[in-house]
């Protein structure tokens, strides 16, 4: 039965399928029972129903919430909405006492409310999700610091660190996501209850009281913004595709680490599938299904976007298709974090490979440009001297190491015994211990330091 039946014609079958929302929106029946307590709570304690209206009500309104967590009530999905189906319900079991419930309230801010309680309830799981990633980043740095790996740029191999040093850079990554999604919080964490259709209303209704019962920091200030303001989806949706980004990049570059040519990292088979062919395969299929589903977040941010540009001011049932590209980008980025620590907690790490293929592709001849910087040249000297010992390298199928002390006199004088000990790789990374870098000192620092961030959250 429509909300507003009562004087239109109503809708035939395939409109009303085409209208209604309580498909997707029935999920949020418990953000939609809390904030209508809170509201007919206000109502009575200011005296706009009386105490015994307010109870019959109240009380109704809780076992309704109890029966549906309990199976016992089942949502009718013929209704409009969530918001429509739980007021028919209540009138239907407690009768004229229960339209009073929409006194001084219109779906229009009940739906706003409705959705800033379901995201203040997720991002606190997706929080929850990242800190355990976070926490199991810390653990595989901890165990690697002596892990040493090539470290790539345009894929390539440039500069010796260790998978410590390595993983560490996303543990940056998803704390940036965590501060990012806490200020989202904050900023969104307001109550738009009260604002009713556009310009609140007559009655002498308290917005601070429901404010406090709901556990919002405070009224939204404006009611016109409060009933058409979806800011707080799309910074979720952005917040959300940058996480997805982020396990992105990662997916793809362990999909590659595993591959026979890297053999860096096996996947645990808990996270790998075989093929129905092929019987020697073990593919990496958890870590592609996140790299794909990263481009389905991406479409839930500009979906809305788009949904959003040119609504004017203020409800517009537009707003109605908020809905599903949240629901859909908050369930795609708990599952990928979850997925992802699973992944990380059962990664076996070969570090004999990492370690040989760190020796090859010149990682230290920075190394040996720095040595003759140490010796005196400037380093754009050292840096061409350098180029050419690599070109004759090259050619030769030489490692640095293997050049002898007469050949690298030739390239030039300065060159002395002490030259072999600098560029060993150990050496290079130890040297390598200023803020930030991938020295097991300054990796220990960047531990300490996450855990400590993490810890203030
Ligand atoms: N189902 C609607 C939504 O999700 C609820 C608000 C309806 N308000 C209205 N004026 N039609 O947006």
Same mark, same amino acid.
């Given at each position: 039965m429509y909300l507003w039946g009562s004087h239109l014609e109503g809708l035939e079958e395939f409109t009303h399928e085409f209208n209604k929302s309580i498909d997707f929106d029935k999920i949020l029946y418990e953000e939609d029972i809390s904030g209508s307590l809170a509201h007919v709570k206000m109502l009575s304690q200011v005296g706009i129903i009386t105490k015994d209206d307010g109870k019959i009500i109240l009380d109704e309104l809780k076992n309704i919430l109890k029966e549906i967590k309990d199976g016992e009530l089942e949502i009718n =999905? *013929? !209704?409009? #909405?969530i918001h429509s189906f739980i007021e028919n319900e209540l009138t239907n079991r407690v &009768?004229? $006492?229960? *339209?009073?419930?929409h006194t001084a309230r219109s779906r229009n801010d009940q739906c706003a409310l409705d959705l800033r309680l379901y995201a203040k309830k997720v991002l606190k799981s997706i929080k929850e999700e990242l800190l355990n990633l976070i926490q199991e980043i810390i653990e595989l740095a901890g165990k690697n610091k002596d892990t040493i790996m090539p470290g790539f740029t345009h894929m390539q191999h440039a500069q010796v660190t260790t998978f410590a040093h390595y993983i560490l850079s996303y543990g940056q990554m998803f704390y940036r996501d965590l501060t990012r999604l806490i200020e989202t919080y904050n900023r969104l #964490?307001?109550? /738009? =209850? &009260?604002s009713c259709a556009l310009v609140t209303t007559s009655f002498n209704i308290d917005r601070f009281m429901t404010t406090d019962i709901l556990g919002f920091k405070k009224p939204t200030e404006n009611s016109m913004d409060s009933v058409s303001d979806r800011d707080y989806v799309l910074e979720i949706l952005f917040n959300n595709s940058l996480i997805m980004t982020h396990l992105s990049r990662l997916c793809e570059e362990l999909i590659y680490f595993s591959s026979s040519e890297y053999s860096y990292i096996k996947f645990s088979e808990k996270f790998s599938t075989g093929s129905s062919i092929m019987p020697q395969k073990k593919n990496p299929d958890m870590a592609e299904l996140i790299r794909g589903k990263s481009g389905r977040c991406y479409g839930d941010l500009f979906t809305l976007f788009t949904v959003l540009k040119?609504?004017?001011?203020? %409800? +517009?049932? #537009?707003?109605? @298709?908020?809905k599903e590209p949240l629901f859909d980008s908050v369930k795609t980025v708990f599952n990928s974090l979850k997925i992802m620590k699973g992944i990380l907690e059962t990664l076996y790490i070969n570090k004999e490979k990492m370690r040989i293929s760190a020796? !090859? &592709?010149? =990682?230290n001849a920075t190394d040996l440009a720095d040595y003759l910087v140490l010796k005196g040249l400037p380093f754009r000297e050292a840096y061409s001297i350098v180029g050419q010992i690599v070109n004759f390298s090259s050619e030769k199928n030489l490692? =640095? @190491? #293997?050049?002898?002390l007469e050949k690298y006199k030739i390239f030039n !004088?300065?060159? @002395?015994?002490g030259l072999y000990e600098f560029i060993k790789i150990e050496n290079s990374l130890k040297n390598r +211990? $200023? %803020? &930030?870098? /991938?020295?097991k000192e300054a990796v220990t620092i960047q531990i300490n330091n996450l855990k400590k961030f993490i810890s203030k959250i």
């Amino acid at each position: 039965m429509y909300l507003w039946g009562s004087h239109l014609e109503g809708l035939e079958e395939f409109t009303h399928e085409f209208n209604k929302s309580i498909d997707f929106d029935k999920i949020l029946y418990e953000e939609d029972i809390s904030g209508s307590l809170a509201h007919v709570k206000m109502l009575s304690q200011v005296g706009i129903i009386t105490k015994d209206d307010g109870k019959i009500i109240l009380d109704e309104l809780k076992n309704i919430l109890k029966e549906i967590k309990d199976g016992e009530l089942e949502i009718n =999905l *013929k !209704e409009e #909405d969530i918001h429509s189906f739980i007021e028919n319900e209540l009138t239907n079991r407690v &009768g004229d $006492v229960g *339209k009073k419930i929409h006194t001084a309230r219109s779906r229009n801010d009940q739906c706003a409310l409705d959705l800033r309680l379901y995201a203040k309830k997720v991002l606190k799981s997706i929080k929850e999700e990242l800190l355990n990633l976070i926490q199991e980043i810390i653990e595989l740095a901890g165990k690697n610091k002596d892990t040493i790996m090539p470290g790539f740029t345009h894929m390539q191999h440039a500069q010796v660190t260790t998978f410590a040093h390595y993983i560490l850079s996303y543990g940056q990554m998803f704390y940036r996501d965590l501060t990012r999604l806490i200020e989202t919080y904050n900023r969104l #964490d307001e109550n /738009p =209850l &009260g604002s009713c259709a556009l310009v609140t209303t007559s009655f002498n209704i308290d917005r601070f009281m429901t404010t406090d019962i709901l556990g919002f920091k405070k009224p939204t200030e404006n009611s016109m913004d409060s009933v058409s303001d979806r800011d707080y989806v799309l910074e979720i949706l952005f917040n959300n595709s940058l996480i997805m980004t982020h396990l992105s990049r990662l997916c793809e570059e362990l999909i590659y680490f595993s591959s026979s040519e890297y053999s860096y990292i096996k996947f645990s088979e808990k996270f790998s599938t075989g093929s129905s062919i092929m019987p020697q395969k073990k593919n990496p299929d958890m870590a592609e299904l996140i790299r794909g589903k990263s481009g389905r977040c991406y479409g839930d941010l500009f979906t809305l976007f788009t949904v959003l540009k040119g609504t004017p001011q203020t %409800y +517009n049932k #537009d707003f109605q @298709e908020d809905k599903e590209p949240l629901f859909d980008s908050v369930k795609t980025v708990f599952n990928s974090l979850k997925i992802m620590k699973g992944i990380l907690e059962t990664l076996y790490i070969n570090k004999e490979k990492m370690r040989i293929s760190a020796e !090859e &592709g010149f =990682l230290n001849a920075t190394d040996l440009a720095d040595y003759l910087v140490l010796k005196g040249l400037p380093f754009r000297e050292a840096y061409s001297i350098v180029g050419q010992i690599v070109n004759f390298s090259s050619e030769k199928n030489l490692k =640095l @190491e #293997d050049i002898s002390l007469e050949k690298y006199k030739i390239f030039n !004088e300065i060159f @002395e015994e002490g030259l072999y000990e600098f560029i060993k790789i150990e050496n290079s990374l130890k040297n390598r +211990n $200023v %803020y &930030g870098g /991938p020295a097991k000192e300054a990796v220990t620092i960047q531990i300490n330091n996450l855990k400590k961030f993490i810890s203030k959250i």
